[in-house]
């Protein structure tokens, strides 16, 4: 079972970290990304990192701002979301699987629940 948290109001140009935790498994046998949805909008990749953390990859529009990394000592996956902007309110989720990476919602058959990040002033 995966289960994201971390979510929060914050201010633009603010920072949030996000984690991922895993129970029941160990999450560096998967291949887990972050996806998100905004209210009336579908469901777009943000970022992903491979097995054994040689790969990362991140959608242009949070590219440079967002940080994907794994904590194996407590088996979580964390996202590090710098210079926050209102366009990146949405729930985002963490997402795993065990084949490959891809920046597809349908490829990943494991999820956890979302997490709220609104970013307002």
């Known amino acids: 079972q995966l289960q994201a948290s971390g979510g929060g109001l914050v201010q633009p140009g603010d920072s949030l970290t996000l984690s991922c935790a895993g129970s029941?498994?160990?999450?560096?046998?998967?291949?887990v990304a972050w996806f998100r949805q905004a209210p009336g909008k579908e469901r777009e990749f943000v970022s992903q990192i491979n097995w054994s953390d040689s790969y990362t990859n991140y959608a242009n529009s949070v590219k440079g701002r967002f940080t994907i990394s794994r904590d194996n000592a407590k088996n979580t996956v964390n996202l590090l979301m710098s210079s926050l902007k209102p366009e990146d309110t949405a729930v985002y989720y963490c997402?795993?699987?065990?084949?490959?990476?891809?920046?597809?919602?349908?490829?990943?058959?494991?999820w956890g629940r979302g997490t709220q990040v609104t970013v307002s002033s």
């Open positions: 029941g498994s160990t999450l560096n046998t998967y291949i």
């Open positions: 997402a795993a699987n065990l084949y490959a990476t891809s920046q597809r919602a349908s490829n990943y058959p494991y």
